[in-house]
C-alpha cells in the first residue's frame, strides 16, 4: 500500500513538468494489475493532465493569428501551466493525507 502511495506522490509531482508522459505510463503498467491501489486516482489524474494537453493544443492553433492570437495563447498557455502546478501541489496534499482529491475541469477521456 505504501509503495503505492509513493508510485503516485512521484507520478503526481511528474506532472509538473513533463504533464502527461508519466501517468500515461504508469497507468500502462498497472491499468490490469489488480492489486495496484490507486487505479482511480491515476485514470483521474491522467485525464486532467490530458485535458490540459488538448487546451494547450487549442492554445497552439489560437496562436496563429496575428497579435490578439499571440497575446490569447501567451497568457492563455500561462494561466494554463500555473494553475497546472498549484492543482498538482494540492493534489500531492491531499494524497499524502490519504485525502480524496476531485481534479477539476477533467475530461472523462480515459476510464
Do not use: H, R
Amino acid at each position: 500500500m505504501e509503495n503505492n502511495k509513493n508510485i503516485l506522490v512521484l507520478t503526481t509531482l511528474s506532472c509538473a513538468i513533463l504533464g502527461f508522459i508519466v501517468p500515461l505510463i504508469v497507468w500502462f503498467l498497472n491499468k490490469d494489475n489488480t492489486e495496484f491501489v490507486g487505479k482511480k486516482y491515476l485514470t483521474d489524474l491522467l485525464n486532467f493532465e490530458l485535458t490540459l494537453f488538448i487546451i494547450g493544443l487549442i492554445l497552439t492553433v489560437i496562436n496563429v493569428v496575428p497579435l490578439l492570437g499571440q497575446l490569447i495563447s501567451g497568457l492563455g498557455c500561462l494561466i494554463v501551466m500555473i494553475a497546472n502546478i498549484i492543482i498538482v501541489i494540492m493534489a500531492t496534499i491531499k494524497l499524502t493525507k490519504d485525502e480524496e482529491y476531485k481534479f477539476p475541469m477533467a475530461m472523462e477521456l480515459i476510464k
